[in-house]
């Protein structure tokens, strides 16, 4: 599975957009990027996933660049609640179950 | 549906003791795996498998066994507990094939080891 870069922590201002981003340089034809966040010391929490085309759902929305190397998540009116460790994971949708992730991004919404 | 559960959820053990967490799903998926996650520090895959009879070694193996008997039950064994090893353990699953998009994590198991 393809390794993927994350910003350490950010900051988001309570009812605004939160962007998280991520790159995934080196991500293979058939891997598919998914988003999960851990939320104090629960276990993650699967929030949406896309190949190519740009997805949403009732959580958030998912953009992912052209070229697939990067991509953002962005939770539209973030609240207090949303503050947690938020992981980016490259990997097959079939075949072997070895996902990897990585340290995350810690976002921080403020009120 | 009880989901992805643990059990125990907190632990203490002394050096050198051996133990199982335990991880069992209702769910029928073919895939199933350990993650630890010490403090600050993001997931650690220690074992996977992909169906009953099969495993494989993660990221961070060592000091760790584990079997698949069952496609229910996934249990991991500490032989000889270090303090290294303290830790929270996450169990996951998924559905295996196409449709196997999302993991399901357990609540996670506290270890403590003096």
């Known amino acids: 599975d393809a390794k993927t870069t994350q910003p350490p922590s950010m900051d988001c201002a309570e009812g605004r957009a939160a962007n998280l981003p991520c790159n995934h340089s080196t991500i293979s034809g058939n891997e598919y990027v998914y988003w999960y966040r851990q939320i104090h010391s629960q276990g993650p929490q699967y929030i949406i996933h896309?190949?190519?085309n740009n997805e949403t759902n009732e959580m958030a929305s998912l953009i992912i660049t052209e070229d697939r190397k990067s991509s953002t998540l962005i939770l539209p009116h973030a609240t207090l609640r949303d503050t947690a460790v938020y992981y980016c994971i490259v990997r097959v949708n079939t075949g072997g179950f070895k996902t990897i992730f990585g340290a995350g991004t810690r976002l921080f919404v403020k009120a | 549906n009880a989901g992805v559960t643990q059990t125990p959820k907190f632990q203490v053990l002394k050096t050198g003791q051996s133990m199982t967490l335990q991880c069992a799903q209702d769910m029928n998926h073919e895939y199933m795996s350990w993650y630890r996650q010490d403090p600050g520090m993001g997931l650690r895959l220690i074992h996977y498998s992909v169906g009953a009879g099969i495993t494989d070694q993660g990221e961070v193996p060592n000091g760790y066994n584990v079997s698949r008997s069952t496609t229910e039950d996934f249990p991991l064994r500490l032989l000889s507990a270090a303090p290294s090893q303290t830790s929270v353990y996450f169990c996951a699953s998924r559905k295996g094939g196409t449709s196997g998009n999302t993991i399901y994590f357990g609540e996670g198991s506290w270890l403590t080891v003096v």
């Open positions: 896309g190949l190519k």
